[in-house]
C-alpha cells in the first residue's frame, strides 16, 4: 500500500487566500485518503478532481503533498 | 447577573481597550454593581497580539476598568475564546472559589487589510499542515460543505436558506454589523471564497466587545430583578487538524459539550426554546442544527429551508443575525451570543422578541471544530 496514492475524500477550490498564497488563486485543495492509511491535506495540480477521484502524489513541495487526478 | 455590549462593525477610530471598557462599564452599571466588587476578571480573546499588537491583555482591559488586584486572566480558544473564558468563570464560581466574576470578550479585527486577517485567523488551524497547504478557514468550511452534500445531498439553497434567515434577523438589531435583508437569489449568487461558500456563507470581520457579569445564583437580587441562570455549561475539544478527524461532517466536540451541558440542565434538544448558534459559515448551523439535537443527521439544510429555524419557527436559531449578520468579532463572539439570549430572556429583544424564550442555548465553536462551549440557560 503506498503513501504516494490515494482517493478523494473531500475538495474545495480556494478563490480568497492569504496574502502568501494570493498568486495561485484560484486554486485547489483536498484532503486524501491515503491507501496506505491516513488523511492529508494537499494541492491538486492539473485537472480539478471530485469527492472519490483517484489521485497519485506527483511531487512534495516545502512538506506539501501536490496530488494529480489518475484513471 | 448583568450584560453589556458594543455595537459591532468597523471602527476605525477605537481602539480593543475602549471597546472592552465600554462592553465592561455597561454590564457593571447593568448588574448595579461597580469594579470593587469583582472578585475575578476574565477575557476572552483571540489574536489581540496579531491584530492590534497588545499582550497582556487581562490586565490591561482590567485595570482601564478600574478593577484592582484580583486575579486577571486572557483566555484564548480561537472563535471559542470568550465561551471558554466564560466556562472557566462559571467553574470559579460554582466551586467557591469566586462570588462576582466580570466575563469580556473582545476583538478589534478591521485594522488590519482582509488577506493580513485571513492569515492571522488561519493560525487557528494546523499550521504545519492543512494551513501550509493554502487552507484558509473558509476552505475548510468549504470541504466540510462539500463532504456534507456528498454524504447527505445537502444543497446550495439549504446554504443560501442560512445566510437569508441570519440576515433577516439582523436587519431588525441595532447592534448588528449588517442590516441588510438579502434573498436566496442573492444569496446563491454571492463572490465565490471557496467553493462551494461564496460571501453570502461567511461572517462578517468585526470590533466590537461584549460582558457578562456572573455570580451564585443566591445572590441575584443584589444585581438584577430579572436574573437568568446557568442551568448547564460544557466546553470540549477534538482534533485542531480537520484531516485528523474521522468524519469532518459532524463535530464531536458539539456533541460532547452538548451532552454534558443537556444533562446538567436536565433537559433535551426538544425543550430548547431559542439558540445562539456559531455561524461562522452557514454549513457550520446546519452542522450544529444536526450535533446539537435539533434535526436528525443530515437534514439541518432541510430543516433550516422548512423555515424551522426562523424568528417565527418552533426552533429559533439567531435572532440576533447570528455571526453572519450581527458580526464575528471572534474574541467576543461566544460572550455576546450570551448577551442576545439574555436580552430574548428578559423580553428585551425589541422588534425580534420571539414568544417562547424560557430556555436558550449557546454553541460557541472555535476552529473547525476543536473547542466548543454549550451554555443552557434558563430564566429563574
Redesign the interface.
Known amino acids: 500500500m503506498s503513501d504516494a496514492t490515494g482517493t478523494i475524500y473531500t475538495e474545495t477550490v480556494v478563490h480568497s487566500a492569504t496574502e502568501a498564497f494570493a498568486p495561485d488563486v484560484p486554486y485547489q485543495t483536498a484532503i486524501v485518503a491515503l491507501d496506505s492509511g491516513g488523511r492529508v491535506t494537499g494541492r491538486i495540480s492539473g485537472e480539478r478532481v471530485r469527492i472519490d477521484d483517484r489521485v497519485a502524489r506527483v511531487e512534495i513541495r516545502d512538506g506539501v503533498p501536490f496530488f494529480r487526478k489518475i484513471g | 447577573m448583568g450584560i453589556g455590549k458594543t455595537p459591532f462593525g468597523a471602527f476605525p477610530g477605537r481602539d480593543l481597550r475602549s471597546l472592552a471598557v465600554e462592553a465592561g462599564e455597561k454590564c457593571l452599571t447593568s448588574g448595579h454593581t461597580d469594579p470593587s466588587q469583582i472578585d475575578a476578571f476574565f477575557l476572552g480573546n483571540f489574536a489581540g497580539p496579531s491584530f492590534v499588537g497588545q499582550n497582556h491583555l487581562a490586565p490591561y482591559v482590567s485595570t482601564a476598568l478600574g478593577i484592582q488586584g484580583v486575579p486577571a486572566t486572557r483566555v484564548e480558544a480561537a472563535c471559542a475564546s470568550s465561551g471558554s473564558a466564560l466556562f472557566h468563570a462559571y467553574t470559579g464560581v460554582a466551586s467557591g472559589v469566586y462570588d462576582t466574576v466580570l466575563v469580556i470578550g473582545v476583538e478589534k479585527m478591521t485594522s488590519q487589510p ?3 486577517v ?2 492571522i485567523l ?1 493560525g487557528a488551524g494546523d499550521c ?3 494551513i ?5 478557514f ?2 475548510l468550511f ?3 460543505a ?2 456534507h452534500m ?1 454524504e447527505f445531498g445537502t444543497t446550495r439553497e439549504h446554504l443560501a436558506a442560512v445566510a437569508v434567515k441570519n440576515h433577516a434577523n439582523g436587519a431588525l438589531n441595532p447592534d448588528a454589523q449588517m442590516r441588510k435583508v438579502i434573498t436566496i437569489e442573492q444569496a446563491m449568487a454571492g ?7 461564496n460571501l453570502y456563507d461567511c461572517s462578517l470581520i468585526s470590533d466590537g466587545a461584549a460582558a457578562v457579569l456572573i455570580a451564585p445564583a443566591g445572590r441575584a437580587a443584589e444585581f438584577t430583578d430579572k436574573p437568568v441562570r446557568v442551568l448547564g455549561i460544557a466546553q470540549a475539544s477534538d482534533f485542531v ?4 478527524k474521522p468524519d ?1 461532517t459532524t463535530f464531536p466536540a458539539v456533541r460532547r459539550a452538548s451532552a454534558k451541558a443537556y444533562r446538567m440542565a436536565g433537559v433535551g434538544p426538544a425543550d430548547i426554546q431559542l439558540a445562539e448558534l456559531h455561524d461562522c459559515f452557514t454549513i457550520a448551523e446546519i452542522v450544529a442544527i444536526e450535533d446539537l439535537g435539533f434535526a436528525p443527521r443530515g437534514q439541518g439544510g432541510p430543516f433550516t429551508l422548512a423555515g424551522h429555524t426562523a424568528r417565527t419557527g418552533d426552533k429559533p436559531i439567531n435572532t440576533s443575525g447570528g455571526l453572519k449578520s450581527k458580526g464575528h468579532p471572534v474574541g467576543a463572539t461566544g460572550v455576546a451570543q450570551i448577551c442576545d439570549l439574555v436580552l430574548q430572556m428578559r423580553c428585551e429583544a425589541g422588534e425580534r422578541q420571539v414568544p417562547r424564550h424560557s430556555l436558550g442555548l449557546a454553541q460557541n465553536l472555535g476552529g473547525s471544530g476543536a473547542t466548543c462551549v454549550v451554555t443552557i440557560l434558563g430564566t429563574v
Do not use: N, V, W, Y
Open positions: 482582509t488577506p493580513r485571513t492569515e488561519a504545519a499542515g492543512e501550509k497547504a493554502g487552507s484558509t473558509a476552505s468549504a470541504m466540510i462539500r463532504r456528498h463572490k465565490p471564497i471557496a467553493d462551494p461558500l487538524a480537520l484531516d485528523q469532518i
